[in-house]
């Protein structure tokens, strides 16, 4: 059983900035590619930016250029730098880890964190 906490969401004006973290409890958090997914009201959970074990980031295109991800392996930590934040980036945010380790290529959910919101202003 793998845990994993979020934290760092909040309201912030449109422009604005915020860093999500996303604490794992694994001893084998190095080998796992990890995620952040995202759900707005009425819609579906969808995908927002993925790091591989070997840190090659993927994004949605909606964030591209806006939204860095990251990791400390030692701290056992995925970060998620949001710049720019739109009104249309208000969602749950929810860190997942993948469910196999050494891929290289996009992410497969495995656990999921309890999520965290950030509201965005216009």
């Known amino acids: 059983q793998v845990q994993l906490v979020e934290s760092g969401g909040g309201l912030v004006q449109a422009g604005g900035s915020l860093r999500l973290s996303c604490a794992a409890s694994?001893?084998?958090?190095?080998?796992?590619?990890m995620g952040w997914f995202r759900q707005a009201p009425g819609k579906e959970r969808e995908f927002v930016a993925s790091?591989?074990?070997?840190?090659?980031?993927y994004y949605a295109d909606s964030v591209k250029g806006r939204f860095t991800i990251s990791r400390d392996h030692a701290k056992r930590t995925v970060y998620l730098r949001m710049n720019s934040l739109k009104p249309e980036d208000t969602a749950v945010y929810y860190c997942?880890?993948?469910?196999?380790?050494?891929?290289?290529?996009?992410?497969?959910?495995?656990?999921w964190g309890q999520g965290t919101q950030v509201t965005v202003s216009s």
């Open positions: 790091i591989s074990w070997t840190a090659n980031t």
């Open positions: 694994s001893r084998t958090f190095s080998n796992y590619a």
């Open positions: 997942t880890t993948d469910s196999q380790p050494f891929r290289d290529y996009g992410i497969a959910p495995g656990y």
